[in-house]
Nanobody, 124 residues
Framework: QVQLVESGGGLVQAGGSLRLSCTASGRTFSGHVVGWFRQAPGKERELVAALSWSRGTTFYTDSVKGRFTISTGNAENTVYLQMNSLKPEDTGVYYC?????????????????WGQGTQVTVSS
C-alpha cells in the first residue's frame, strides 16, 4: 500500500511563493503519474500539474502555466510543486495523487493513491 504525505502549505501574500512536497512511503513513484490537485471551497477538485515518471512528460492547467513547476526529488519517492507569483485564486487544499500508469490523466477518480491534503491560502 502506498501512502502519500504532503507538506509545505501555508498562508502567503499575493505574489509570494510556496513549495509543496509529496513523499511516498511503501514504494517509489517509478512507473507512476504523480499529480497535484487543487480543491477550492465549493468547487470540484482539479488537476493543476502532473508528471509522468516513465515518459518524462508534464502537464499544467492553463491558470498556473509559467508560475508553477512540478519536479522530482533526488529520491524516487518525492515530487515537488514550486508555486510562484501566487494569486488569491490559487487558494485551496492541494492534494498529491499517484496513478499506476504512464499517461497523464486529468480525472481525479482515475488516481489510485491520495495524500491527506495541505492548505494553501493566498491573501490579497
Amino acid at each position: 500500500q502506498v501512502q502519500l504525505v504532503e507538506s509545505g502549505g501555508g498562508l502567503v501574500q499575493a505574489g509570494g511563493s510556496l513549495r509543496l512536497s509529496c513523499t511516498a512511503s511503501g514504494r517509489t513513484f517509478s512507473g507512476h503519474v504523480v499529480g497535484w490537485f487543487r480543491q477550492a471551497p465549493g468547487k470540484e477538485r482539479e488537476l493543476v500539474a502532473a508528471l509522468s515518471w516513465s515518459r518524462g512528460t508534464t502537464f499544467y492547467t492553463d491558470s498556473v502555466k509559467g508560475r508553477f513547476t512540478i519536479s522530482t526529488g533526488n529520491a524516487e519517492n518525492t515530487v515537488y510543486l514550486q508555486m510562484n507569483s501566487l494569486k488569491p485564486e490559487d487558494t485551496g487544499v492541494y492534494y498529491c495523487a499517484a496513478d499506476r500508469g504512464n499517461y497523464i490523466i486529468v480525472i481525479a477518480g482515475r488516481y489510485d493513491y491520495w495524500g491527506q491534503g495541505t492548505q494553501v491560502t493566498v491573501s490579497s
